[in-house]
């Protein structure tokens, strides 16, 4: 009796254990198998990010960060912008939309408006203002965008019930990837050094983002001190610590260490949490906190998170492409990156989140270190280009401003003085593109006229035309050859359709992404298509960009 009593216990055991055993098998095996659709949907924008440095830093870069995606996700090898302003608005409305700036209407990060004489900024909405940081900080909505994000379009099919939050420091980056009905969109305020948002998406703070404003981790990262992340001869892809290609903090600071308490005395209020690699961590973890307090990836439908990292645009023009300040910051943004896909695979885990990184735009060479190589590069003065052309307009018709503006490689004309002149614009617009091309700094030069009614199929003059809207866009569009820049305070610069500019990293991690590299061309406004194809949803309605079949086939 008694061994018949322990059999039986020994029996039940068994079975429990077998039973735990079985749970744990079918809760792995749910977790190795991806669900029909992600419960989140995460876009990382590093901006000003050049495709080849994900080449030049491999050997440096952890396991767990960009080599993780790169390992075992997807890796578009071939990505381009396929415009020619590739400043950093339309890279961030091109991801959104899976337009180009001619059909987005977000064709830089400003653009000249005749009519008033003023300028307006690619997120300006003198309606909104701010919350949680200055009121005249929060004057920004995605008023400007013409064409609805790919997010707005999987929001309005599922009634509203996906959940979107957009992240970045500046305005460009939050509100642009968010679209139209995002839930949050939130940047930094240099001025008081909080996350904030504008009344477009709330009329106050969620308690979470106060806590964290709360915590005023900018004063503690100011206290700091920038030191090299490895011992400086390890820094073998850059140029050395004293490199004279550097336009540096403020145009004081060019090398290491960098004492922030120091620099803080020159460098306005909060600005520059913008130009440290502090600026990603905020980022980051502001990022974190929203993931978590917000329940993201916790509903029945996707949930999507922009997370945008804009220190790089600071660093890459203040230092340029080749310098040590460039890649300790992306050795440590590698970090940033391990960070957050390692809270993803924890909280969501990997088959539940659909992941891809790229960026805004790539970055010039220093045109001076261009030269000292022997390979033609220069810098274009256009005040006197302007003054040049303002005295051949005067010979050519009479005295008068012509000239409005010159911004963003474009002339604005004085068109109610042209039409009072009874002069033809395409006329006035051909003859002063005539006169630019003469420049030897100059490629190209187009008149809005010929933008609007001619094909340019392929080549930097596609890209103009890309870059092109009727109402936002100069009379005329220049294009400098490569290598030339405009007469920046600052060591590089993008805003070219040449490949430094235009070729950007593309990698994809995550829901029922297989590991594989594609070699096919593959435009930045493909992005958007390719997630709602992904989710079996619609796509933007303005959308140019084309799946990529290579990374959805089964």
Known sequence: MLNFFFFMIKKTVSAIVLMLATVMVLQAQDNLIPADKPKLVIGI????????YLTRYWDKFGENGFKKMAVYGA????????????QTSPGYASIATGAEPSQNGIVSDYWYVPLTGKK??????NNAKGVGGKINSGNAS??????????DEIKLANRGRSKVVSIGLTKMGAVLSAGFSADAAYWFCTETGNWMTSTYYMQDLPQWAKEFNAHEYPKLYLARTWTPLLPMGDYSASTGDTSVYEYGIDGMYKTFPYVYPEIAKTVKNYELITMIPEGNTLTTDFAVNALMSENLGKSDNTDFLFVNYCVTESTGKLFGPDAMETEDIYLRLDNEIAHLLSVLEETLGKNNVLIYLTSTSGVSQVPAYLQDNKLPAGIFKHHYITALLNSYIKALYSEGNWIMDFANQQIYLNRLLIEDSKIPLSEMQEKIAAFIINSESVAYALGAQNLAVQTYNDGVRSKMQNSYHPKRSGDIMIALKPGWLYDISHSADHCSGYAYDTHVPLLWYGWKVRKNTIYDAVNITDIAPTISQMLQMPMPSHSSGKPILELIKK
């Open 45 to 52: 924008v590093v901006e000003q990010m050049r495709y080849d």
């Open 75 to 86: 890796t578009c090898q071939n990505t381009h912008l396929n415009y020619f302003i590739t």
């Open 120 to 125: 307006v900024f690619s997120t300006e909405d």
């Open 142 to 151: 995605p008023v400007q965008m013409l064409a609805p994000s790919f997010s």
